[in-house]
C-alpha cells in the first residue's frame, strides 16, 4: 500500500572532532631563515631544503618512526649565530611543552650553523600523526650571545628574525 509507514530504533551518534589551533609564529623581518632540515635514521626521513620565511606549513611532509627510536636531525639556518627549539605535540592539544608536558620539547640549543641534534622518540607512543614543529631564530636583544631563552614559550612567540617549519611525525609499529 502506498500509505504504510516502517519505525526504526532511534540510536544516538557521538562525534568527536578535533580542532587544531597551532599558532603561527611572527618575525618582524624576512632576513634569517631555517634553510634545511633533514633526518636520517628514522624509518622515513624528512630532507626539506629552501628558504621558510617566517612561518611554513609542511605538514603534508611525513617524518616516520617508531616509539623509542632515536634518529640525528640535521638543521642550517641563514644569519648567524641562532637558536634551534624542536617540539612534537604527543597530547595533540595545539601547546608545544610546557610544565604539564615537559617531554615535547625535544630540543633547545644555541649555536653556530649547522646544528645537529639526536633525537629520541619517547616509548610508549601510541601510533598516529604527531605536530613536529622545528624553529630557528636569532635573538636580536642579546645580540652578544643571539640566544632565545624563553623556553618553550618560543614555539609560538614573537622573534626579530627566523622562521618555523611545521611537519607531521609518523608513529608507526
Given at each position: 500500500?502506498?500509505?504504510?509507514?516502517?519505525?526504526?530504533?532511534?540510536?544516538t551518534?557521538?562525534?568527536?572532532?578535533?580542532?587544531?589551533?597551532?599558532?603561527?609564529p611572527?618575525?618582524?623581518?624576512?632576513v634569517?631563515?631555517?634553510?634545511?632540515?633533514?633526518?636520517?635514521?628514522a624509518?622515513?626521513n624528512?630532507?626539506?631544503?629552501?628558504?621558510a620565511?617566517?612561518?611554513?606549513?609542511?605538514?603534508?611532509?611525513?617524518?616516520?618512526?617508531?616509539?623509542?627510536?632515536e634518529?640525528?636531525?640535521?638543521?642550517?639556518?641563514?644569519?648567524?649565530?641562532?637558536?634551534?627549539?624542536?617540539?612534537?605535540?604527543?597530547?595533540?592539544?595545539?601547546?608545544?611543552?610546557?610544565?604539564?608536558?615537559?617531554?615535547?620539547?625535544?630540543?633547545?640549543?644555541n649555536?653556530?650553523s649547522?646544528?645537529?641534534?639526536?633525537?629520541?622518540i619517547?616509548?610508549?607512543?601510541?601510533?598516529?600523526?604527531?605536530?613536529?614543529?622545528?624553529?630557528?631564530?636569532?635573538?636580536?636583544?642579546?645580540?652578544?650571545?643571539?640566544i632565545?631563552?624563553?623556553?618553550d614559550?618560543?614555539?609560538?612567540?614573537?622573534?626579530?628574525?627566523?622562521s618555523?617549519?611545521?611537519?607531521?611525525?609518523q608513529?608507526?609499529?
Amino acid at each position: 500500500p502506498s500509505n504504510s509507514t516502517s519505525t526504526s530504533d532511534i540510536i544516538t551518534v557521538e562525534i568527536n572532532t578535533v580542532t587544531e589551533c597551532y599558532c603561527e609564529p611572527v618575525v618582524s623581518d624576512n632576513v634569517d631563515s631555517v634553510t634545511l632540515v633533514a633526518s636520517e635514521g628514522a624509518v622515513f626521513n624528512i630532507d626539506y631544503s629552501g628558504w621558510a620565511s617566517g612561518y611554513l606549513d609542511q605538514t603534508s611532509t611525513i617524518l616516520q618512526t617508531y616509539s623509542g627510536q632515536e634518529f640525528t636531525l640535521y638543521t642550517e639556518y641563514n644569519g648567524g649565530g641562532q637558536t634551534f627549539g624542536v617540539w612534537a605535540d604527543w597530547n595533540a592539544d595545539g601547546v608545544f611543552g610546557g610544565i604539564n608536558n615537559p617531554d615535547e620539547r625535544l630540543v633547545l640549543s644555541n649555536g653556530a650553523s649547522p646544528q645537529v641534534f639526536t633525537i629520541a622518540i619517547p616509548m610508549g607512543l601510541a601510533n598516529g600523526e604527531y605536530r613536529f614543529r622545528v624553529r630557528g631564530a636569532y635573538d636580536e636583544e642579546d645580540e652578544e650571545n643571539s640566544i632565545v631563552t624563553q623556553g618553550d614559550d618560543f614555539s609560538c612567540n614573537f622573534q626579530y628574525f627566523g622562521s618555523t617549519i611545521d611537519f607531521t611525525l609518523q608513529i608507526v609499529n
